[in-house]
């Protein structure tokens, strides 16, 4: 749940709020990741009207407001701010009409305004609502940033993903989180994964214990957030099991309802985790680019064994002959 409060307090220096009244009612609900202008409403036409909506009141609704007889300005202002609204913002500096002071207060509705100008108050707060209200949800991982791709570890406890994460840092990479993940959704298709507060720039190494990567590589090698664009998850090798050996076959696994390139990567001693990592990552770079080294092979494979084939037709045909 979202609540003015919420909005108050992460967004009051970005969007310059100054709260005028309610501060008892903060805690009502944002349902919706908008902000809107009254616009025709004010006029009367409501069927367009979404009460669940923080309302802004710019120069030009002040100003209509202000034409209007006193009643008639009340009855409009009336049939806008009901109980959904969940909170007004008078925008531009704008000197805030008595009536719609007094209204806010009977309807105990929370009363901002800000300096800033109506146009820009309208994206930053839509931006700051729909960061605020994704959709987002936590997981168990290791995410890092290797050649500007995000890509998220996982497997099983003391697999080993937070060693192969300190390999890939360092080898110049970044570390974004280590043991809790944040994931939101971002514009319908993209997911941002970040760390929490409590684990920021920290690494857990059994045996050593916690690594600060900021501290120990530099800040360079650290990373606030990024989008989420693969998931390797680490496993003990299996001999039972069947490894793709090609490549052709490509998995995905869905995350907030995107789905994310997916591979498992069998691990044993031996075998150079972090080297296959980076190997991972720049074939995703590559097939992004639109080269796909197993499908390349394939169509050679098959073009072999067709010439192969028409060669033995040929000498199946002369030694009839």
């Not at 090698?221 to 490894?243: H, M, P």
Request: with cysteine; proline share 3%.
């Amino acid at each position: 749940m979202f609540t003015v409060e919420d909005l108050y307090r992460d967004y009051k220096e970005p969007l310059k709020l100054e709260l005028v009244l309610g501060s008892e009612t903060l805690d009502r609900e944002i349902f919706l990741p908008e902000v809107q202008r009254p616009g025709l409403s004010l006029a009367g036409f409501l069927k367009k009207f979404e009460p669940n909506r923080v309302l802004v009141f710019g120069s030009s609704e002040i100003l209509y407001l202000q034409d209007l007889k006193s009643g008639e300005a009340k009855s409009r202002l009336s049939a806008i701010l009901a109980k959904e609204t969940p909170a007004v913002i008078v925008s531009g500096g704008e000197e805030i009409p008595s009536f719609l002071h007094d209204l806010c207060d009977k309807e105990a509705l929370p009363l901002f305004k800000t300096s800033l100008r109506t146009i820009d108050l309208l994206s930053k707060a839509t931006f700051c609502l729909g960061h605020a209200m994704a959709p987002a949800t936590t997981c168990h991982g290791t995410f890092i940033e290797a050649f500007g791709v995000g890509v998220l570890i996982q497997g099983d406890s003391s697999v080993g993903k937070s060693e192969a994460a300190l390999g890939l840092i360092d080898r110049g990479h970044r570390l974004i989180s280590d043991d809790v993940v944040k994931l939101s959704l971002r514009e319908d298709s993209l997911i941002e994964g970040s760390g929490t507060e409590l684990n920021k720039h920290m690494l857990e190494i059994r045996g050593i214990g916690i690594l600060n990567v900021a501290h120990l590589y530099g800040a360079v090698c650290v990373r606030g957030s990024k989008s989420l664009d693969l998931i390797v998850k680490l496993e003990d090798w299996d001999d039972e099991a069947f490894y793709d050996r090609v490549g052709l076959d490509e998995r995905f696994t869905e995350m907030l309802g995107v789905n994310i390139p997916y591979h498992i990567l069998p691990v044993k001693p031996g075998r150079d985790v972090v080297l296959l990592l980076e190997t991972i990552i720049l074939n995703y770079r590559l097939k992004l680019m639109g080269y796909h080294s197993a499908r390349e092979f394939n169509v050679k494979l098959l073009e072999t064994i067709s010439r192969k084939q028409q060669q033995q037709q040929k000498r199946e045909t002369y030694s009839n002959n």
